[in-house]
């Protein structure tokens, strides 16, 4: 199977633009979740998607914001971006939602660099 | 707030030295997942702990959850240049929910 694949892998952007990045899990995966991770706040929790629903969302502003398709592929979106928003954002796919059954498959990461 | 905390944020040790990283959840986890993340790396699944007091080995690995399941360590028995990394715990602090992760221990192996 393949693993989960993040596109594009690097990225840079000035501050204000808006960036959009793309995820798509593990075949048969229904839950898509997305990290932001930096040296110093480590791993994140943004939000994750569900069969098209968004199930949790973490402690970010409304400039971030994502979408599942029906193929269960994601996207996420920042707007207005800002330095801090410079970070490696994972995705990360699982079989189901909840508690029990959420190992995490993650993807490479996409680096953003905001200037 | 609600959170997971793993100490230490950083240990060197010498090849063939043990070592041990701790997690500490600041509720009743339903269950623990720890993650290894190479430098230049994404975090990769390790294993899961569900059961109060469990132990789980994968080879030079010892995984255990805590009895009141607030607290689990990572325990690598000789350490080798190939464990180095960083280490995650991660839990859903409130049952169902997403996954909350520690810190991280960085692990720095001396050949």
């Known amino acids: 199977k393949a693993g989960v694949t993040q596109t594009p892998r690097y990225l840079i952007k000035t501050r204000g633009q808006q960036v959009t990045l793309s995820c798509s899990p593990i075949s048969g995966h229904r839950s898509v979740s997305w990290y932001q991770q930096t040296p110093g706040q480590g791993l994140q929790f943004l939000f994750e998607?569900?069969?098209?629903?968004?199930?949790n969302k973490g402690n970010f502003p409304g400039r971030f914001s994502g979408r599942q398709f029906s193929n269960s592929r994601s996207e996420m979106n920042v707007s207005t971006l800002e330095l801090g928003d410079s970070a490696l954002y994972l995705c990360a796919s699982s079989l189901g939602s909840g508690s029990m059954h959420n190992e995490q498959f993650f993807g490479p990461g996409t680096r953003l660099t905001v200037l | 707030g609600q959170q997971v905390m793993q100490i230490p944020q950083y240990q060197h040790v010498q090849e063939g030295e043990d070592f041990t990283t701790y997690c500490n959840s600041s509720?009743?986890?339903?269950?623990i997942q720890w993650y290894k993340q190479r430098p230049g790396g994404h975090p990769v699944f390790l294993i899961q702990l569900v059961k109060s007091g469990e132990v789980k080995k994968q080879k030079r690995l010892t995984f255990q959850f805590g009895e009141a399941k607030k607290n689990s360590s990572l325990h690598i028995t000789a350490t080798q240049t190939t464990d180095v990394g960083t280490y995650f715990c991660a839990g859903p602090l409130v049952a169902g929910n997403m996954l909350t992760f520690g810190g991280g221990t960085r692990l720095m192996v001396k050949p």
């Open positions: 509720t009743t986890l339903s269950n």
């Open positions: 998607y569900f069969s098209e629903t968004q199930r």
